[in-house]
């Protein structure tokens, strides 16, 4: 018998889907190309593999999940730590800095955004075992490491940490 997908991967692929969705003017991916050029559930090590045609990459990836009971009725509250990491890398530090800043700014905002009902990153509340009710996402940190000269290039990094919480049943089984 073959694994489910389960919550975690649901959850990354879900994020990178609406996020890949942000294509109005000023979005992540503005006009179909916009300033991210790739956008997808993964950590850093694939952001090292891809190309420099494929930079400025925007990779999110679940770091954390935790349950709790939501009130005295039989509900728990899911809640999943999310980790976005924006990375750019060429020759000009303070260009691959502010736009790492900019990249990191417009996520924080289409991030605020899927907490309307209409959002909810693409329908994700249905990809979730015995969710119930709405999510709600809420920006944890945002931290943007001294970037990484190298011999031949300068890589900038931005780490967005999220937290997007779900209200499901609880299931006595």
């Known amino acids: 018998m073959a694994l489910g997908d389960g919550d975690y991967l649901a959850v990354e692929s879900k994020v990178a889907a ?4 942000d294509d109005g003017e000023g ?13 997808a559930p993964g950590d850093e090590g694939l952001s090292a593999a891809l190309g420099q045609g494929d930079h400025p990459v925007l990779l999110v990836r679940v770091v954390g999940k935790s349950e ?3 009130s ?6 899911k809640s999943f730590s999310v980790r ?12 691959l800095e502010a736009s790492v800043r900019r ?6 905002q289409a991030l605020r955004e899927q907490n309307a009902t209409d959002r909810q990153f693409l329908g994700l ?4 075992e015995g ?3 709405v999510l709600a996402v809420s920006l944890k940190s945002a931290e943007f490491p001294e970037p990484e000269t190298g011999l031949d290039q300068v890589v900038a990094r931005g780490i967005v940490t999220f937290e997007i919480s779900l209200p499901c049943a609880f299931r006595y089984e």
Do not use: Y
């Open 18 to 21: 609406a996020l890949l969705a």
């Open 27 to 39: 979005g992540l991916r503005e006009t179909g190309s916009g300033p991210v050029k790739t956008i």
């Open 68 to 70: 709790q009971p939501a």
């Open 72 to 77: 005295l009725s039989c509900s728990v509250l």
């Open 84 to 95: 976005a990491l924006v990375r750019d890398r060429g020759l000009d530090r303070e260009a």
């Open 103 to 108: 990249i990191a700014a417009r996520l924080e």
């Open 125 to 128: 509340p249905d990809s979730i």
């Open 131 to 133: 969710a119930e009710g």
